[in-house]
């Protein structure tokens, strides 16, 4: 069973920058199954989001198209840990982040074959 846990979330001003951490029990690797984690965001009142996604493997990322550019996804092995490095963030980045594991769907930023979730961190933009 794999664990994750969010961490970094707060209150920021528009404009500021946040990095967030998903600290993983372990990173799944199998042969011939596409694994990763990604990132996800449900604000308030909306449905959950996909942001961004690495693979367990190779290290490959994608990203919804609406947030790349502002939004980067990176992994350190040794810390079994994903970021994602936030910036240029506005009220509307306003929501709770989530990281989960599971294996690569090309429908990913529904949430898609991902089989392990974090409990989230609120991240809240404000000034």
């Known amino acids: 069973q794999v664990q994750l846990a969010e961490s970094g979330g707060g209150l920021v001003q528009p404009g500021g920058s946040l990095r967030l951490s998903c600290a993983a029990s372990?990173?799944?690797?199998?042969?011939?199954?596409?694994?990763?984690v990604g990132w996800f965001r449900q604000a308030p009142g909306k449905e959950r989001e996909g942001i961004s996604w690495?693979?367990?493997?190779?290290?490959?990322?994608e990203y919804a198209d609406s947030l790349e550019g502002r939004f980067t996804i990176s992994r350190d092995n040794g810390k079994n840990t994903v970021y994602l490095q936030m910036n240029s963030l506005n009220t509307e980045d306003t929501a709770v982040y989530y990281c989960?594991?599971?294996?690569?769907?090309?429908?990913?930023?529904?949430?898609?074959?991902?089989?392990?979730w974090g409990k989230g961190t609120l991240v809240t933009v404000s000034s």
């Open positions: 372990e990173f799944i690797l199998e042969d011939g199954v596409t694994y990763g």
């Open positions: 690495i693979n367990n493997r190779d290290g490959k990322t």
């Open positions: 989960a594991m599971g294996v690569y769907s090309a429908y990913w930023t529904h949430g898609y074959g991902m089989n392990y």
